[in-house]
Protein backbone atom coordinates (compact mmCIF):
# COMPACT_ATOMS: atom_id res chain seq x y z
CA UNK A 1 0.00 0.00 0.00
CA UNK A 2 1.34 3.26 -0.99
CA UNK A 3 -0.34 6.50 0.46
CA UNK A 4 -0.20 10.22 -1.45
CA UNK A 5 -0.19 13.18 -0.25
CA UNK A 6 -0.19 16.45 -2.62
CA UNK A 7 0.34 19.35 -1.72
CA UNK A 8 1.15 23.50 -3.66
CA UNK A 9 -2.07 24.08 -4.75
CA UNK A 10 -3.61 27.60 -4.38
CA UNK A 11 -4.74 30.62 -6.44
CA UNK A 12 -2.43 32.27 -8.93
CA UNK A 13 -3.37 34.90 -11.85
CA UNK A 14 -3.13 33.53 -15.69
CA UNK A 15 0.46 33.32 -16.61
CA UNK A 16 1.52 32.23 -13.18
CA UNK A 17 2.83 29.04 -12.11
CA UNK A 18 2.40 26.56 -9.60
CA UNK A 19 4.88 23.72 -8.44
CA UNK A 20 2.42 20.54 -6.87
CA UNK A 21 4.24 18.27 -4.73
CA UNK A 22 2.99 14.41 -4.19
CA UNK A 23 4.74 12.82 -1.05
CA UNK A 24 4.53 9.07 -1.05
CA UNK A 25 4.44 6.84 2.29
CA UNK A 26 4.02 3.05 3.16
CA UNK A 27 5.32 0.53 1.00
CA UNK A 28 7.79 2.72 -0.93
CA UNK A 29 10.05 0.29 -1.10
CA UNK A 30 8.89 -1.49 -4.58
CA UNK A 31 9.01 0.28 -7.74
CA UNK A 32 6.12 2.41 -8.56
CA UNK A 33 5.39 4.90 -11.39
CA UNK A 34 3.81 8.13 -10.32
CA UNK A 35 1.05 10.46 -12.68
CA UNK A 36 -0.84 13.48 -12.35
CA UNK A 37 -4.60 14.11 -13.04
CA UNK A 38 -6.78 16.56 -12.75
CA UNK A 39 -10.67 17.31 -12.42
CA UNK A 40 -12.39 20.00 -13.43
CA UNK A 41 -15.89 21.11 -11.89
CA UNK A 42 -18.56 18.47 -14.06
CA UNK A 43 -15.63 17.30 -15.80
CA UNK A 44 -14.37 13.66 -15.80
CA UNK A 45 -10.67 13.03 -14.33
CA UNK A 46 -8.37 13.16 -16.85
CA UNK A 47 -4.40 12.65 -17.00
CA UNK A 48 -1.99 15.70 -17.02
CA UNK A 49 1.54 13.75 -16.74
CA UNK A 50 2.90 10.66 -15.76
CA UNK A 51 6.80 9.60 -15.13
CA UNK A 52 8.41 5.94 -14.77
CA UNK A 53 9.90 4.88 -12.00
CA UNK A 54 13.60 5.20 -13.49
CA UNK A 55 12.39 8.70 -13.96
CA UNK A 56 13.73 8.51 -17.35
CA UNK A 57 10.26 8.81 -19.47
CA UNK A 58 7.66 10.81 -18.93
CA UNK A 59 4.23 11.49 -20.93
CA UNK A 60 1.93 14.85 -21.15
CA UNK A 61 -1.09 15.57 -22.00
CA UNK A 62 -1.39 17.66 -25.10
CA UNK A 63 -3.29 20.00 -23.03
CA UNK A 64 -0.14 21.04 -20.48
CA UNK A 65 2.66 19.52 -23.46
CA UNK A 66 5.34 22.55 -23.18
CA UNK A 67 3.69 24.23 -19.85
CA UNK A 68 4.39 21.21 -17.69
CA UNK A 69 7.29 19.22 -16.28
CA UNK A 70 6.69 16.23 -14.03
CA UNK A 71 9.56 15.10 -11.81
CA UNK A 72 10.76 12.55 -8.85
CA UNK A 73 13.04 12.33 -6.37
CA UNK A 74 13.00 8.71 -5.19
CA UNK A 75 15.42 9.12 -2.22
CA UNK A 76 12.72 11.18 -1.09
CA UNK A 77 10.19 9.93 -2.23
CA UNK A 78 8.75 12.76 -3.58
CA UNK A 79 6.98 13.58 -7.44
CA UNK A 80 6.90 17.35 -8.23
CA UNK A 81 4.86 18.91 -10.86
CA UNK A 82 6.20 22.14 -12.40
CA UNK A 83 3.06 24.49 -14.08
CA UNK A 84 4.21 27.36 -15.86
CA UNK A 85 1.91 29.62 -18.09
CA UNK A 86 -1.04 28.66 -15.99
CA UNK A 87 -4.16 29.66 -18.00
CA UNK A 88 -7.90 29.56 -16.59
CA UNK A 89 -8.76 26.75 -18.21
CA UNK A 90 -6.60 24.39 -15.74
CA UNK A 91 -8.44 25.19 -12.69
CA UNK A 92 -9.08 21.84 -11.13
CA UNK A 93 -8.53 19.52 -8.48
CA UNK A 94 -4.85 17.86 -9.27
CA UNK A 95 -4.47 14.43 -7.97
CA UNK A 96 -1.52 12.50 -7.15
CA UNK A 97 -1.66 8.65 -8.39
CA UNK A 98 1.04 5.80 -8.21
CA UNK A 99 1.10 1.96 -8.94
CA UNK A 100 3.38 -0.62 -8.97
CA UNK A 101 5.47 -1.61 -11.50
CA UNK A 102 8.44 -4.48 -12.24
CA UNK A 103 9.75 -2.17 -15.57
CA UNK A 104 11.27 0.75 -14.14
CA UNK A 105 10.69 2.34 -17.81
CA UNK A 106 6.75 1.67 -17.84
CA UNK A 107 5.17 5.05 -18.25
CA UNK A 108 1.18 4.22 -17.32
CA UNK A 109 -0.85 7.41 -18.46
CA UNK A 110 -4.75 5.98 -17.92
CA UNK A 111 -6.74 6.56 -15.11
CA UNK A 112 -7.61 2.64 -14.73
CA UNK A 113 -3.50 1.47 -14.43
CA UNK A 114 -3.14 3.25 -11.04
CA UNK A 115 -3.93 1.93 -8.26
CA UNK A 116 -3.11 4.74 -5.26
CA UNK A 117 -4.67 7.87 -5.13
CA UNK A 118 -4.01 11.39 -3.25
CA UNK A 119 -7.06 13.43 -2.40
CA UNK A 120 -6.11 15.99 -4.30
CA UNK A 121 -5.27 19.59 -4.27
CA UNK A 122 -7.26 22.73 -5.43
CA UNK A 123 -5.43 24.55 -8.09
CA UNK A 124 -7.03 27.61 -9.40
CA UNK A 125 -6.34 29.88 -12.14
CA UNK A 126 -7.22 33.70 -12.42
CA UNK A 127 -8.28 35.48 -15.73
Known amino acids: QVQLVESGGGLVQSGGSLSLSCAAS????????MGWFRQAAGKEREFVAA????????KYADSVKGRCTISRDNAKNTGILQMNSLKPEDTAVYYC????????????????????WGQGTQVTVAS
Open 26 to 33: GRTSSRYA
Open 97 to 116: AARDVIFSYIVPYRRDDYAY
Open 51 to 58: ISWSGSNT
